[in-house]
């Protein structure tokens, strides 16, 4: 699902899994996937409208993901999330776990003896 240009979208650059090369795409949302912990999912495709010069990769990827309504990313492939705008208010995830308290001792069972 393309849209057009908005003033505030993330950039995110992951590493396909197809082609094994290193891919960037503009999305309007980036939020928790419901495949689990280890997913994020990205939507609201933002593509470039009435541009003077054409850009071959980019049409490349509206073509590939014209009727994509989500993709969701293994964050083992994701290299950066860019937020690009003057509206930004920063990205938040539901399930986020930076948080978490570690506490001090021996969490990791004994091996050896």
């Given at each position: 699902?393309?849209?057009k240009q908005k003033d505030t979208y993330f950039?995110?650059?992951y590493r396909d899994p197809v082609?094994?090369?290193?891919v960037s795409i503009k999305a309007g949302t980036v939020?928790?996937?419901t495949l689990g912990l280890s997913f994020i999912a990205?939507?609201?495709f933002v593509f470039q409208q009435n541009a003077l010069v054409v850009n071959p990769q980019e049409e490349d990827m509206k073509r590939r993901f014209e009727d994509v309504k989500t993709l969701h990313l293994s964050i083992y492939t994701v290299l950066s999330i860019e937020e690009v705008g003057a509206q930004h208010?920063?990205?938040r995830f539901k399930k986020d776990k930076s948080r978490l308290l570690v506490l001090p001792g021996s969490s990791a069972p004994a091996h050896g003896d």
């Open positions: 699902m393309a849209h950039i995110i650059t082609s094994e090369k290193q939020a928790d996937s990205v939507s609201d208010t920063g990205l």
